[in-house]
């Protein structure tokens, strides 16, 4: 199984409640929750996930954790961020999850 198949099989199972709805877009399966995309399973294995801008530089600090580019050197701001496959490994998927699930949720009650 490549590394983006099992992180789009882990993601689905740690969603699944949700109810996601996947789309293919940003490289990878995106996995959008009431038509509000939350992350992205990218084909390197990496996880694109929508934050809060404000908790980016909290949340770049932790390891893995890198700025999102769209190709090679366009940063995609402060509310995207990308994480290794290395960090995703165990629990760590589901304490990326948590941020984004946040931000998420935070959306919804505007």
Not at 56 to 80: C, I, Y
Not at 89 to 97: A, D, F, N
Request: hydrophobic share 45%.
């Amino acid at each position: 199984m490549t590394a983006q198949k099992d992180l789009v099989e882990r993601v689905r199972d740690a969603l699944r409640a949700r109810n996601p709805r996947e789309v293919s877009m940003f490289g990878g399966v995106s996995f959008m929750v009431e038509d509000r995309m939350v992350v992205a399973a990218r084909r390197e294995g990496t996880l694109l996930l929508r934050i809060d801008p404000t908790d980016a530089e909290d949340l770049l600090t932790r390891p893995g954790a890198h700025p999102a580019l769209m190709g090679a050197d366009r940063p995609m701001g402060d509310g995207w961020i990308c994480v290794e496959q290395a960090a995703l490994q165990g629990p760590g998927l589901e304490s990326w999850l948590e941020p984004a699930l946040t931000f998420h949720a935070a959306q919804g009650a505007e």
